[in-house]
């Protein structure tokens, strides 16, 4: 026997294929080959194990799978997975090409006769520790935590869960030398065998804290009472039996199986027979995969390829959003940042920039707003640990002498507009703006850690201090760590030269450093590689030619507007004084509280925490169906928050330079991958009032030119269509018919044209509350009536519509495994409570699941949409401008001659982004402002 394994031992990995088999088959949807043959466990396993390949860095593997036959356990209790359904006949012929692949990745291939996967995984496991060897078991199974200790770790790929000693005491309430005791305990309803009645995981965890282990408990059973007691005293002569069972065996012969046992040294992960594997994903079209692996062997393009959407093999691979990768070990990691004083050093510099393959690049500003911040400085580094901060507009008394910014940018234009040069940053855009504010137009721009880490964990922070927590487990300089906080908090110009360059530097290191880990994660998934290289990264840019461009604001008509809203709202006040019997102030809750349930006596619908009577916007507009003063407070909230943060705010926000108002959008907050804006917010202006949709009336075109809107037509409920696969939703998009008025036709069973309005409004209500997860009780509210009817209406809806109930119950299966859903080009949705959460926000998360692939597909077809137009107007030479992108719309300032050609080629374009089931439609409006354009 050898000694016990040390940190850095060689990593003997056991895959418990067994486990994975039905995982993979129930993760993914009913993947076919061109034939019909199933292939969604294949998939699902080949994702699996070269998702484990990438991350993990073994050497010796061994993927294990349960032989055919009865096994010791079947002798020793012939009840023994009694109850187990049948293995499914699509799953059944998906085991020999499963085998095969895994083979053909390089995995050796284990089966014993008479012994389960989990019984050679513990044998396999012992004997690697006994031998010298870390162990790591990849697994679904809670059995086999029994074998953790402190060289034997569990990982679930599926859903990213490590179990070491600290983990498995933290999720089970025992440590792994007392799980088999646990287990005994509860019992295992899949295998079939019993435990104590009624004791669960709680009760067995207790008992086992109190008592030490089960022999502990059984001698303490006389004194345990209430029913459990009883019931445990019941169990006494089954237990023994019952650890039997699920103990894993570490003791299995493997001589027969594996050369040269008892070592582990023959089973070697080898290199993929990439040549065989070419055949493999021909004879099941993978294609996308099929395109990866001819391009790593020069057959075909390396460039990505845009997927098939109607095909979800050219998605990501079904794998956690997070896969789990060891921090790089930076405890040799020097760091060295270098403040440039001199044209010398500078030109040392700039002569490393040329020569380097990507180059990290930060600005340190004296403002936040883009279309304003002047550069106090700049930072470069070209690998990890290294960097050169060149401070232009420090001011601090004794500051030392710094290099003059005209010199240093002109020394630096050239290599910032070179495309060849490679450049990274951290949310490029915002630097991008910058240095056009410098008269520098930046090109080259590879890659941002920002989008890297939104297209791979949306979910997740994707500042740079998190960032570098997350994937280098390093803790970085924060601005306020530099600059101070508050009313105390100092420009950065101020913030002495050592300091500012330790700063920046990091920065600019950190951010070179995070690529470097991250984005090959992220590059292994090819649906995440293509949203992020073909969608947000050329998003980006052209949001910074929107930003810059701006819109055209007619700032007297909005004052206008202002002093008619001031108006309004002061007849308001008056009526409501009169309705109350006397005044009080319409924005204060307490006051609002006061008159309407103390003076009016109207009913209290909802209590605040602290026990008062709730006042907000759902107690007013329920109040509001019976009661006139409600309504008038509503109305006056909403003309008060229209006037405040539009009509007297938008003229104070146009830019004096520009003339126009300037937006910025935000890329990476939504995790749909919705765009969002601020300064001003322009997805938010109300457009179901007349007062709201005035509002759009002050986006005007400049003299010669008209607006344009294009707007997607019901795009959602085209890929419901698309995704579902529904025959009647399908054929009413492709033959142009009123899609409401088609699914009230079959809902209410009456011809089309003789389809009521109120039936068509109920129909519609119904199409787009099922796309966001609606159920009866939300249905009725919708329309007002009760929830038996409301359920009605859904069960007829899908009785008739029977591809959209089963995508919905699919993809909440789907979901609730894997934790996450998908778009059609791969985008992914992390859902976090859809397995942790409480009752309210699992089934949030279900509805959320819903609808987010259609949601997140309809970001990315507006974002492609964009890229689209924006490629034919620059190819074309047009002069017309991109001004506006909202929700499912463009908006486009489009000289007079150019009109007839965006009215025709821009439809055309939004509806050609990619091959739907059902045609894509976009809608367009002209006019001399935004209101009357749509």
Same mark, same amino acid.
């Given at each position: 026997?050898?000694?016990?394994?040390?940190?850095?031992?060689?990593?003997?990995?056991?895959?418990?294929?067994?486990?994975?088999?039905?995982?993979?088959?129930?993760?993914?949807?009913?993947l076919?080959?061109?034939?019909?043959?199933?292939t969604?466990?294949?998939?699902?396993?080949?994702?699996?194990?070269?998702?484990?390949?990438?991350?993990?860095?073994?050497?010796?593997?061994?993927c294990?799978?349960?032989?055919?036959?009865?096994?010791?356990?079947?002798?020793?209790?012939d009840?023994?997975?009694?109850?187990?359904?049948?293995?499914p006949d699509?799953?059944?012929?998906?085991?020999?090409?499963?085998?095969?692949?895994?083979?053909?990745l390089?995995?050796?291939?284990?089966?014993?006769?008479?012994?389960?996967?989990?019984?050679?995984?513990?044998?396999?496991?012992?004997?690697?520790?006994?031998?010298?060897?870390?162990v790591?078991?990849?697994?679904?199974?809670?059995?086999?935590?029994?074998?953790?200790?402190?060289?034997?770790?569990l990982?679930?790929?599926?859903?990213?869960?490590?179990?070491?000693v600290?983990?498995?005491?933290?999720?089970?309430?025992?440590?792994?030398?007392?799980?088999?005791?646990?287990?005994?305990?509860?019992?295992?309803?899949?295998?079939?065998?019993?435990g104590v009645?009624?004791?669960?995981?709680?009760?067995?965890?207790?008992?086992?804290?109190?008592?030490?282990?089960?022999?502990?408990?059984?001698a303490?059973?006389?004194?345990?009472?209430?029913?459990?007691?009883?019931?445990?005293r019941?169990?006494?002569?089954?237990l023994?039996?019952?650890?039997?069972?699920?103990?894993?065996?570490?003791?299995?012969?493997?001589a027969?199986?594996?050369?040269?046992?008892?070592?582990?040294?023959?089973?070697q992960?080898?290199?993929?027979?990439?040549?065989?594997?070419?055949d493999?994903?021909?004879?099941?079209g993978?294609?996308?995969?099929?395109?990866?692996?001819?391009?790593?062997?020069?057959r075909?393009?390396?460039?990505p390829?845009?997927?098939?959407?109607?095909?979800?093999?050219?998605?990501?691979?079904?794998?956690?959003?997070?896969?789990?990768v060891?921090?790089p070990?930076?405890?040799?990691?020097?760091?060295?940042?270098?403040?440039?004083?001199?044209?010398?050093?500078?030109?040392?510099w700039?002569?490393v920039?040329?020569?380097?393959?990507?180059?990290?690049?930060?600005?340190?500003?004296?403002?936040?707003?883009?279309?304003a911040a002047?550069?106090?400085?700049?930072?470069f580094?070209?690998?990890?640990?290294?960097?050169?901060?060149?401070?232009?507009?420090?001011?601090?008394p004794?500051?030392?002498?710094?290099?003059e910014?005209?010199?240093?940018l002109?020394?630096?234009?050239p290599?910032?507009?070179?495309?060849?040069?490679?450049?990274?940053?951290?949310?490029?855009?915002?630097?991008s703006?910058?240095?056009?504010?410098?008269?520098?137009?930046?090109?080259?721009?590879?890659?941002?850690?920002?989008?890297?880490?939104?297209?791979?964990? #949306?979910? $997740?922070?994707?500042?740079?201090?998190? =960032? /570098? %927590? @997350?994937? !280098?487990?390093?803790?970085?300089?924060?601005y *306020?760590?530099?600059?101070g906080?508050?009313?105390?908090?100092?420009?950065?110009s101020?913030?002495?030269?050592?300091?500012?360059?330790?700063y920046?530097?990091?920065?600019?290191?950190?951010?070179?450093?995070?690529h470097?880990?991250?984005?090959p994660?992220?590059?292994?998934?090819?649906?995440?590689?293509?949203?992020?290289?073909?969608?947000?990264?050329?998003?980006?840019?052209?949001?910074?030619?929107?930003?810059?461009?701006?819109?055209?604001?007619?700032? #007297?008509? $909005?004052?206008?507007q202002?002093?008619? =809203? /001031? %108006? @309004?709202? !002061?007849g308001?006040?008056?009526?409501?004084y *009169?309705?109350?019997?006397?005044?009080?102030?319409?924005?204060?809750?307490?006051?609002?509280g006061?008159?309407?349930?103390?003076?009016?006596?109207?009913?209290?619908?909802?209590?605040?925490?602290?026990?008062?009577?709730?006042?907000?916007?759902d107690?007013?507009?329920?109040?509001a169906?019976d009661?006139?003063?409600?309504?008038?407070i509503?109305?006056?909230?909403?003309?008060?928050?229209?006037?405040?943060?539009?009509?007297?705010?938008?003229?104070?926000?146009?830019?004096?330079?520009?003339g126009r108002?300037h937006?910025?959008?935000?890329?990476?907050?939504?995790?749909?991958?919705?765009?969002?804006?601020?300064?001003?917010?322009?997805?938010?202006?109300?457009?179901?009032t007349?007062?709201?949709?005035?509002?759009r009336?002050?986006?005007?075109?400049?003299?010669?030119?008209?607006?344009?809107?294009?707007?997607?037509?019901?795009?959602?409920?085209?890929?419901?269509?698309h995704?579902?696969?529904d025959p009647?939703?399908?054929r009413?998009?492709?033959?142009?018919?009123?899609?409401?008025?088609?699914?009230?036709?079959?809902?209410?069973?009456?011809?089309?044209e003789?389809?009521?309005?109120?039936q068509?409004?109920?129909?519609?209500?119904?199409?787009?509350?099922?796309?966001?997860?609606?159920?009866?009780f939300?249905?009725?509210q919708?329309?007002?009536?009760?929830?038996k009817?409301?359920?009605?209406?859904?069960?007829?809806?899908f009785?008739?519509?029977?591809?959209?109930?089963?995508?919905?119950?699919?993809?909440?299966?789907?979901?609730?495994?894997?934790?996450?859903?998908?778009?059609?080009?791969?985008?992914?949705?992390?859902?976090?409570?859809?397995?942790?959460?409480?009752?309210?926000?699992?089934?949030?998360?279900?509805?959320?699941?819903?609808?987010?692939?259609?949601?997140?597909?309809?970001?990315?077809l507006?974002?492609?949409?964009?890229?689209?137009?924006?490629?034919?107007?620059?190819?074309?030479a047009?002069?017309?401008?991109?001004?506006?992108?909202v929700?499912?719309?463009?908006?486009?300032?489009v000289?007079?001659?150019?009109?007839?050609?965006?009215?025709?080629?821009?439809?055309?374009?939004?509806?050609?982004?990619?091959?739907?089931?059902?045609?894509?439609?976009?809608?367009?409006?002209?006019?001399?402002?935004w209101?009357?354009?749509?």
């Amino acid at each position: 026997m050898t000694d016990s394994p040390t940190p850095d031992a060689p990593l003997l990995l056991l895959v418990d294929g067994s486990s994975y088999l039905y995982r993979a088959y129930h993760a993914l949807p009913d993947l076919r080959s061109a034939d019909g043959f199933p292939t969604g466990a294949i998939h699902g396993f080949i994702a699996m194990l070269k998702k484990l390949r990438d991350d993990v860095g073994a050497g010796h593997a061994v993927c294990v799978f349960d032989a055919p036959g009865p096994t010791f356990r079947d002798h020793w209790y012939d009840q023994y997975k009694a109850h187990r359904s049948p293995m499914p006949d699509d799953l059944r012929q998906q085991i020999a090409p499963i085998h095969e692949v895994v083979k053909l990745l390089g995995w050796p291939v284990l089966e014993v006769p008479g012994i389960e996967a989990d019984d050679a995984i513990g044998t396999l496991a012992c004997q690697g520790v006994t031998s010298g060897h870390r162990v790591l078991i990849s697994t679904g199974d809670k059995d086999l935590a029994q074998l953790v200790n402190e060289h034997v770790t569990l990982i679930n790929t599926m859903s990213n869960e490590r179990l070491d000693v600290e983990g498995v005491k933290a999720k089970f309430g025992v440590p792994p030398e007392r799980i088999v005791d646990y287990l005994t305990l509860i019992g295992d309803a899949v295998d079939n065998i019993p435990g104590v009645e009624k004791v669960g995981p709680k009760t067995a965890a207790k008992w086992i804290a109190e008592h030490g282990s089960l022999d502990g408990v059984i001698a303490a059973a006389a004194s345990i009472k209430g029913v459990a007691g009883e019931n445990l005293r019941k169990a006494l002569d089954w237990l023994p039996q019952g650890r039997r069972l699920v103990t894993v065996k570490c003791d299995c012969e493997l001589a027969e199986h594996i050369p040269g046992w008892p070592a582990v040294e023959s089973l070697q992960l080898r290199e993929p027979d990439r040549e065989a594997m070419l055949d493999f994903y021909q004879r099941y079209g993978f294609k996308a995969w099929k395109r990866e692996l001819e391009g790593a062997l020069g057959r075909a393009p390396a460039e990505p390829q845009r997927p098939t959407v109607a095909r979800f093999d050219n998605a990501a691979p079904a794998a956690s959003a997070a896969p789990a990768v060891p921090l790089p070990d930076l405890s040799g990691l020097k760091r060295h940042y270098e403040t440039v004083l001199t044209m010398e050093r500078l030109e040392h510099w700039i002569g490393v920039l040329r020569g380097a393959e990507l180059v990290a690049l930060d600005t340190e500003t004296d403002s936040l707003d883009p279309m304003a911040a002047r550069i106090v400085g700049l930072s470069f580094a070209v690998t990890p640990g290294e960097a050169a901060y060149v401070p232009l507009a420090h001011n601090y008394p004794g500051a030392p002498d710094q290099l003059e910014a005209d010199a240093v940018l002109g020394a630096l234009k050239p290599w910032l507009e070179d495309a060849a040069a490679a450049k990274i940053g951290q949310n490029t855009k915002y630097d991008s703006h910058v240095l056009a504010n410098h008269g520098i137009t930046l090109r080259g721009w590879r890659h941002d850690t920002l989008l890297e880490s939104y297209v791979f964990e #949306a979910h $997740l922070g994707h500042g740079l201090e998190k =960032l /570098a %927590e @997350r994937h !280098l487990g390093r803790k970085g300089l924060s601005y *306020e760590d530099v600059c101070g906080k508050g009313a105390s908090q100092i420009p950065f110009s101020q913030v002495d030269l050592e300091r500012a360059t330790e700063y920046s530097g990091e920065d600019s290191e950190m951010t070179l450093h995070i690529h470097q880990v991250l984005y090959p994660r992220l590059a292994a998934l090819p649906g995440m590689k293509y949203v992020y290289e073909q969608i947000e990264l050329p998003v980006s840019a052209l949001l910074a030619r929107i930003e810059r461009h701006g819109v055209l604001i007619d700032g #007297a008509l $909005l004052q206008r507007q202002s002093k008619e =809203l /001031a %108006e @309004r709202m !002061l007849g308001l006040e008056r009526e409501a004084y *009169e309705i109350a019997g006397g005044p009080f102030n319409l924005g204060s809750p307490k006051q609002i509280g006061e008159v309407l349930f103390n003076r009016l006596g109207l009913p209290v619908r909802k209590k605040t925490a602290s026990g008062a009577p709730s006042t907000d916007e759902d107690v007013l507009q329920e109040l509001a169906a019976d009661y006139p003063l409600p309504a008038k407070i509503l109305e006056h909230r909403s003309l008060s928050k229209l006037k405040g943060t539009y009509t007297d705010k938008l003229p104070q926000m146009v830019n004096v330079r520009t003339g126009r108002v300037h937006t910025t959008y935000a890329q990476a907050v939504a995790v749909t991958g919705r765009l969002s804006s601020n300064e001003p917010n322009l997805q938010n202006i109300p457009i179901r009032t007349p007062e709201g949709r005035r509002v759009r009336e002050a986006f005007v075109a400049p003299p010669g030119h008209v607006i344009v809107s294009a707007d997607y037509s019901q795009i959602e409920l085209r890929i419901m269509a698309h995704i579902s696969g529904d025959p009647g939703l399908t054929r009413a998009f492709s033959e142009g018919m009123d899609v409401h008025r088609a699914t009230a036709s079959e809902v209410f069973n009456v011809a089309p044209e003789n389809v009521t309005s109120e039936q068509r409004r109920y129909a519609k209500t119904i199409n787009f509350g099922l796309i966001y997860g609606m159920g009866a009780f939300g249905l009725a509210q919708a329309l007002g009536i009760e929830q038996k009817a409301a359920r009605a209406y859904i069960e007829r809806y899908f009785a008739r519509f029977e591809g959209v109930k089963r995508y919905m119950d699919d993809t909440r299966r789907s979901a609730a495994e894997l934790g996450y859903v998908e778009t059609l080009f791969g985008r992914r949705i992390e859902l976090p409570d859809i397995r942790g959460g409480n009752g309210p926000r699992r089934s949030g998360a279900e509805r959320q699941a819903i609808n987010a692939p259609m949601q997140g597909t309809a970001a990315d077809l507006i974002k492609l949409a964009m890229l689209a137009v924006q490629r034919a107007l620059d190819e074309g030479a047009k002069r017309t401008a991109m001004v506006m992108q909202v929700h499912d719309e463009l908006v486009f300032e489009v000289p007079e001659d150019e009109l007839d050609w965006v009215r025709t080629q821009v439809p055309a374009l939004m509806a050609g982004v990619a091959p739907l089931k059902v045609p894509l439609l976009a809608e367009v409006g002209v006019g001399a402002n935004w209101d009357e354009a749509h």
